[in-house]
């Protein structure tokens, strides 16, 4: 069975950096996907989209959060991470990770999300 799991610390504090992964089972990241995302969605806002590795690696991200984001893969594990520097109480989210089954061209393997929140 396809799983993604989100897993790292719940709180930050401003100005660091976030650090979150996505471990992946049932299914290779470099094989099984054609694509792995990072998603957020803040208290009383909606989906917002971070960013995107493709399973040749490369990266596409949101303009938004382009100079702050880096989402990287490693294979061996079968884990995509995300970082995101000088974080703000404006980063507290639901972040979830997602991956593009190559069967179905979609995004629709996702996890259960994880709370982060910014706060000294």
């Known amino acids: 069975q396809v799983q993604l799991q989100e897993s790292g610390p719940g709180l930050v504090k401003p100005s660091q950096t976030l650090s979150l992964t996505c471990t992946v089972s049932g299914g290779s990241i470099t094989t099984s996907y054609t694509a792995s995302s990072w998603i957020r969605q803040p208290p009383g806002k909606g989906l917002e989209w971070m960013g995107v590795?493709?399973?040749?690696?490369?990266?596409w991200y949101n303009p938004s959060l382009k100079s702050r984001t880096s989402i990287s893969r490693d294979t061996t594990k079968n884990q995509f991470s995300l970082q995101l520097s000088s974080v703000s109480p404006e980063d507290t989210a639901v972040y979830y990770c997602?991956?593009?089954?190559?069967?179905?061209?979609?995004?629709?393997?996702w996890g259960q999300g994880t709370q982060v929140t910014v706060s000294s």
């Open positions: 590795i493709g399973d040749d690696g490369r990266t």
């Open positions: 997602a991956a593009r089954r190559r069967t179905t061209g979609r995004f629709d393997v």
